[in-house]
């Protein structure tokens, strides 16, 4: 018996052994999130022992989406000119960021935020998440500011959702291309044309809006008509470009697909001289994206310095390549393949914030009935 | 010497009287603590805002939501959906469980890794890949399955087959193969094994999985959007519109109260069902033995099952070579920078092969948090209940711990920004959070495949040990370990998996400066330019890669001698 259970007791503290030394090892290699970010203050240039003033906070925290992207060596810079530590905290979409913003009012995540577009602007004005900005528009930021609301939203980049169309495709069949919203519903244009749906997609919703900016109460009747001209919804954006459009690099067989105004810079053909896609500049909704001071933010001052350095002709330079977005301030030089490719439409619809807010739950009940019909 | 054995056997039982309650509450303490903290108070916080309106209780209005045809309509989808997910999940995993568990095949361990592969991948992929088969301009365009029902189910079992297999496979295992041999040498044919003999002794594991599987095929998000194509919902896509969308908390803390409900129904279902199982595990899993001819069907469906697992990753493998109309490993090179679009910008805020190693990093803390408060949780509700109140208490927490996998991420989410914002609490920007709500996650799969093994240990074999002197700790070194460790590390598997390709609430939760795999590949695949949709392809290529490898590795971890006796 007690031979048993010597012989018993081995496996037991072989494992355990075994068990302890993957772990040790493990955490030792760096393999675990614990204790990180502990070590962060130690390591910020001039500590909060080292200033003089001990009240001013040397972090700022930015809230934003999770398309956020910036050059390292921009926020570096930011980080030295100003003296303040910027922590990003970027998660979800728009619309995501938004209702964060709107349920933590009373115990804000950050200081600033960046990200929410005119479609989702007045949830959060009403609910009151913003403060004065106190930032002076640099030239051209002041053309996308709100009716209501310009005093804490800020402007920082725009682009524009429009329908693109393949334009080879149009060529080889010898159809012409359509060039409005209403050329969707021709015949000649039946089953062509893909879309992200309003209920599960950004850029989808923009194209909701832009049909009632162009119909008023009629645009149940134009849904109507594109969803039995064949129209194909899919749940996101990828979903609708990388699977059914024709120029998405897969076998898809729809020449006309809802996607950005910028889309024809990114399918240029092998010399690089040509797009092979075309945005269709009668069809765009504007978006805008604004940044804003928190109401209750630990760090205001910091926060009104993202708020600049987001405006710089730096960071608005950056805007094309790192957030597929145009800057706002005028005078800020493109990337070639944008300045060549990407034109903004003149003219493109617009839907008030407010009146998107008051309707955008009975304008998608009945987009969802009309489209699931 | 038997005189000593017996007084302390005595002396003990008086000291268990009061022990046992109190131990039951100590071990399930913490875990009780981990989900009081990270699960109940979120979720009812969010509940809160949604019934309590303009500082009164509104329940009126909650009512009003559920009496809403569309709710309905969307209620009765899910249910069927997921039952259907469920079905299928079953009718492939468990013939495949029996194959890579029992039969000697070439290649098994690798097979077995493979299936799990899919848990790791982020679905805005898959769906991608599944919709460039299924599209009528794809080569299985011509089956008509694109936005359909049919698609849905296939898309459910394609990440759902892996449960049953896991959990009922490594039960099987470790199943004592001698009454089924009797059976048979009795003359049952082997249908008559399977239904009498060897089914009944699985049904533990069989009810845990079947219950997981539909908890998961019920809440399944991207699925039901992507394949679906718009034209259904269900009451985990209502409630992520009427939140992230609409902000319109009361309709949806309606639906996660119904969503709540299904689950306790289900869960008190399913722990009827779960009877106390015979003690038929063995300490010596049995030699896996050649296929024979009777095999043929489980080796058919285990084939089928491939096929559909297969499919979707080889058109991810294939995509992600694609270089313009030739192939080449561009994209794979492209993972080491940070994106490029055409002028070299940066996509991405660090390259992809950073975003892998913060998504190990992070599996690493989820799997170990799983592992240990599921191991507590196992061990609670599986010891020998005295009493029907004591088995009550048992059932029940087994049961609670079920629950986070049946109540939305978003609600979830959103939960953890509203509640854990002031100290002693504060916990809403902590970089573990992450993890902490994927092992939240991986959770009820580690229990519910350490459970079932470790409820098929004898108890007797513990008071053996004990009246021979064993201390508690080294009784259960003995006597449980050695059973519980290869679902042990089945359940560390899947954890990681889980935890790698957890994207509801990485997205929600993720800093920007440490983006996880997923979340990189979902911001690749939102952009236009063929780069970048081969970069999120290749990205999910090694994350699969990735997976396989883990989940390899961890198998192959085993106590030197567990086969001592």
């Known amino acids: 018996m007690r031979r048993i259970l010597r012989r018993a007791h081995r496996p037991g503290t072989r494992t355990i052994t075994t068990l302890v030394l993957v772990t040790a090892v493990t955490v030792l290699a760096g393999c675990s999130l614990v204790g990180e970010g502990d070590d962060e203050p130690a390591t910020s240039p001039g500590g909060s022992s080292a200033s003089p003033g001990q009240e001013a906070p040397r972090e700022v925290v930015l809230v934003t989406h999770d398309s956020f992207a910036l050059p390292k060596k921009l926020v570096k810079a930011f980080e030295a000119d100003s003296g303040y530590e910027l922590e990003v905290r970027a998660s979800g979409d728009a619309g995501a960021l938004t209702n964060k913003l709107v349920l933590t009012q009373d115990s804000p995540t950050g200081d600033v935020a960046y990200g929410v577009d005119n479609s989702f602007a007045s949830r959060a004005l009403d609910a009151g998440v913003f403060a004065d900005s106190g930032v002076t528009l640099p030239d051209g930021a002041a053309d996308y500011t709100l009716d209501d609301g310009t005093d804490r939203l800020v402007p920082i980049d725009t682009g524009a959702v429009c329908v693109n169309v393949d334009t080879r495709w149009f060529e080889e069949q010898g159809i012409p291309e359509p060039e409005t919203l209403d050329d969707l519903v021709e015949p000649a244009y039946a089953d062509l044309f893909v879309t992200p749906g309003a ?74 001289e040509a797009t092979t896609t075309r945005a269709l500049l009668d069809t765009c909704f504007r978006q805008v994206e604004y940044a804003g001071v928190l109401a209750g933010a630990a ?60 309707n955008r739950e009975q304008w998608l009940t009945e987009w969802t009935d009309i489209t699931s019909r | 010497m038997r005189d000593m054995v017996s007084t302390s056997s005595t002396s003990g039982r008086r000291w268990s009287s009061l022990s046992r309650p109190l131990t039951l509450v100590g071990l399930a303490l913490g875990p009780l603590a981990v989900l009081g903290v990270f699960f109940v108070l979120p979720v009812s916080a969010m509940l809160a805002r949604g019934f309590v309106v303009d500082g009164s209780l509104d329940v009126g209005g909650v009512l009003d939501v559920l009496a809403r045809p569309r709710v309905h309509r969307v209620l009765w989808f899910t249910l069927w959906s997921a039952a259907a997910g469920t079905v299928m999940s079953l009718a492939l995993g468990l013939p495949a469980a029996y194959a890579l568990y029992r039969l000697d095949l070439p290649l098994r361990r690798p097979l077995r890794a493979l299936l799990l592969v899919p848990f790791a991948l982020p679905t805005v992929v898959v769906g991608v890949a599944f919709r460039r088969l299924l599209a009528d301009s794809g080569p299985l365009g011509f089956l008509g399955l694109d936005g359909s029902a049919i698609a849905i189910v296939l898309g459910l079992t394609f990440f759902n087959a892996a449960v049953v297999i896991r959990a009922v496979g490594t039960a099987w295992e470790g199943l004592d193969p001698r009454p089924a041999e009797a059976a048979a040498a009795l003359g049952a044919s082997p249908w008559q094994v399977l239904r ?78 779960r009877a106390t199982p015979d003690p038929t595990q063995e300490r010596t899993p049995p030699r896996p033995r050649r296929a024979r001819r009777g095999d043929v069907a489980a080796l058919v469906a285990t084939g089928l099952l491939l096929v559909l697992v297969l499919a979707p990753m080889t ?62 949780v196992a061990v609670v509700v599986t010891r020998h209940s005295r009493g029907r109140v004591e088995r009550r208490v048992r059932s029940g927490l087994d049961a609670v711990f079920m629950l986070p996998l049946g109540v939305s991420a978003v609600t979830v989410g959103f939960g953890f920004l509203i509640a854990l914002d002031e100290p002693p609490l504060a916990l809403r920007d902590s970089p573990l959070l992450v993890p902490i709500a994927q092992a939240l996650v991986a959770l009820p799969l580690v229990v519910r495949t350490i459970a079932p093994v470790l409820g098929g240990v004898d108890d007797r074999q513990r008071q053996a040990a004990a009246s021979l002197g064993a201390s508690p700790l080294r009784a259960v070194l003995t006597v449980d370990l050695p059973v519980v460790w290869k679902p042990l590390l089945a359940a560390a598997g899947f954890a990681f998996a889980v935890s790698l390709g957890e994207f509801g609430a990485t997205s929600f939760l ?54 001592a006796f």
């Not at chain 1, 850029?203 to 900016?213: E, Y």
């Not at chain 1, 699977?243 to 810079?265: E, H, K, M």
């Not at chain 2, 055409?342 to 799983?370: K, Q």
């Open chain 2, 315 to 376: 058109s991810l493998l294939l995509g992600s070579l694609r270089v313009g109309d030739g192939w080449g490993l561009a994209a794979y090179r492209a993972l080491a920078t940070t994106g490029a679009s055409p002028g070299g910008a940066e996509v991405l805020a660090v390259p992809v092969t950073d975003a892998l190693l913060t998504s190990l990093r992070t599996a690493v803390d989820a799997t170990w948090m799983s592992l240990l408060v599921g191991l507590l």
């Open chain 2, 510 to 563: 993720a800093r920007d400066d440490h983006p996880t795999l997923p979340v990189v590949i979902y911001r690749l695949l939102g952009h236009p330019g063929e780069l970048n949709y081969a970069m999120a392809l290749a990205a999910s290529v090694v994350l699969a890669a990735t997976t396989a490898v883990v989940v390899l590795a961890v198998e192959r971890l085993r106590v030197p001698s567990a086969g």
């Open chain 1, 199 to 272: 209920a599960t997609s950004s850029p989808g919703m923009a194209f909701l809006l832009a049909t009632i900016a162009e119909h008023g109460d009629d645009w149940p009747d134009y849904w109507a008509d594109l969803m039995a001209n064949g129209a194909k919804l899919t749940s996101g954006w990828s979903d609708a470009y990388y699977v059914d459009f024709t120029q998405g690099g897969g076998d898809g067989d729809r020449p006309i697909v809802l996607s950005y105004d910028s889309s024809p810079a990114f399918t240029l053909t092998e010399d690089g």
């Open chain 1, 299 to 358: 760090n205001p001052d910091g926060a009104r310095a993202v708020i600049e350095w987001l405006l710089s002709p730096e960071v608005q330079a950056a805007l094309p390549e790192s957030m597929y977005v145009f800057p706002v301030v005028s005078g800020v030089e493109l990337p070639e393949d944008w300045a060549r490719f990407a034109e903004q439409p003149t003219d493109a619809y617009t839907v008030d914030a407010d009146e998107i807010t008051a």
């Open chain 2, 196 to 273: 009498t003999v060897t089914l009944p002794a699985l049904k533990p594991a069989l009810v845990s999985a079947t219950s997981v599987v539909f908890l998961f095929c019920a809440t399944s998000f991207g699925v039901v959007l992507t394949l679906g194509g718009l034209r259904y919902s269900s009451v985990e896509t209502e409630i992520y519109l009427l939140t992230n969308n609409l902000l319109d908390l009361r309709a949806a803390a309606a639906l996660s109260v119904l969503q709540i409900l299904v689950v306790v129904v289900l869960l008190v279902v399913a722990q009827r069902l």
